[in-house]
């Protein structure tokens, strides 16, 4: 049993910037894609950051406004001209991600550095897609049936000493009820274990019982 990998959910071919960019190019980009960031690259397609829309946001914020009790934060500094550019906006060096990652693992990065997206590199680390926080979500989006099929073939069927016979398992909205028997207690927190390891299990029930004796107490 695997997780689905971030290949089967990023969006590719990435949207993708040169540091010479400029603002008004970037916040298009962003509105015509319906996107909230993208990768800043050199000429080889290799990633230098990233221009969110939080750090264009800094431009806005930065306007005089009589009525605001808050200070305005620093701007970047602008180039030559007063030109402002992704090499001046972007947020570096990128947190990236390959298409074998788990989803998973991209979502524990994702919370790790504090990001909403991550640039996918391919083998020679160019920026083959991006993958977002929504694109991970939609593993949540399978259909309970499949997820019912899941568990029962790859997790009890595969749990020495379960039958498939024996275990009932109802999902509903990616909630997982699991009821019946299996033969020893030590099994119970195994099988719910890898039940909640499936691909789009919001969470697990436990009504299962066992038909040995629990070990008795050492000592």
């Given at each position: ?42 000429e080889d397609g ?13 431009t806005l914020a ?158």
């Amino acid at each position: 049993m695997r997780h689905a990998t971030v290949e089967s959910v990023m969006t590719s071919p990435a949207v993708l910037v040169a540091p010479e960019t400029g603002f008004r190019e970037i916040v298009a980009l962003l509105a015509e894609y319906d996107i909230t960031g993208v990768p800043v690259v050199d000429e080889d397609g290799r990633p230098l950051g990233i221009v969110s829309e939080a750090d264009l946001l800094l431009t806005l914020a930065a306007q005089e406004d009589p009525g605001s009790l808050l200070p305005a934060p620093e701007l970047p500094r602008s180039g030559p001209g007063g030109a402002v550019t992704a090499a001046d906006l972007m947020t570096g060096p990128a947190v990236c991600t390959t298409p074998g990652t788990s989803v998973v693992a991209a979502a524990r990065l994702m919370s790790r550095h504090a990001v909403k997206r991550l640039p996918v590199l391919d083998a020679e680390g160019r920026v083959s897609g991006m993958v977002s926080r929504g694109d991970l979500l939609r593993v949540f989006l399978r259909e309970d049936r499949v997820i019912r099929r899941e568990i029962v073939e790859e997790v009890l069927g595969r749990v020495e000493g379960v039958s498939p016979a024996e275990v009932g398992v109802e999902v509903d909205q990616g909630r997982v009820v699991l009821s019946g028997t299996v033969p020893e207690p030590y099994l119970v927190p195994i099988v719910l274990n890898l039940c909640r390891s499936v691909d789009g299990v919001v969470s697990v029930t436990d009504r299962l019982g066992s038909t040995g004796a629990a070990p008795a107490p050492v000592g």
